[in-house]
């Protein structure tokens, strides 16, 4: 995600999006990997994925750059999650 919408909620739109559509489909868990030790593990955490694995030096990239991998999970709920209220 560019860093400019970092901090908007556009995460955890999509990511509810995501998981009402697949809740349609009969799913129960989100799935997930990323580069170790970046924003995006940050991100995924903080909207409540849970790690389930690490590959250490699973990512290479441009020759002898390596990274871990990180496999996540999330459980979707039953119901779709109550719309925010914006009332003061």
């Known amino acids: ?3 400019s919408s970092r901090g908007t909620g556009l995460a955890r739109r999509i990511l509810d999006a995501a998981s009402q559509y697949v809740r349609g ?3 129960s868990i989100l799935e997930i ?3 170790g030790g ?3 593990e940050d991100a995924y955490v903080g909207l409540g ?3 389930w694995g690490r590959l250490p030096d699973g990512f290479h990239d441009h020759g002898d750059v390596r990274y ?3 496999r996540l999970w999330l459980p979707i709920p ?3 999650p109550a719309p925010e209220s914006n009332s003061a």
């Open 33 to 35: 990997g990323c580069r």
């Open 1 to 3: 995600m560019a860093s």
């Open 78 to 80: 039953d119901e779709p």
């Open 38 to 40: 970046t924003h995006a």
């Open 68 to 70: 871990d991998e990180v």
């Open 25 to 27: 489909w009969g799913c």
């Open 49 to 51: 994925f849970r790690v």
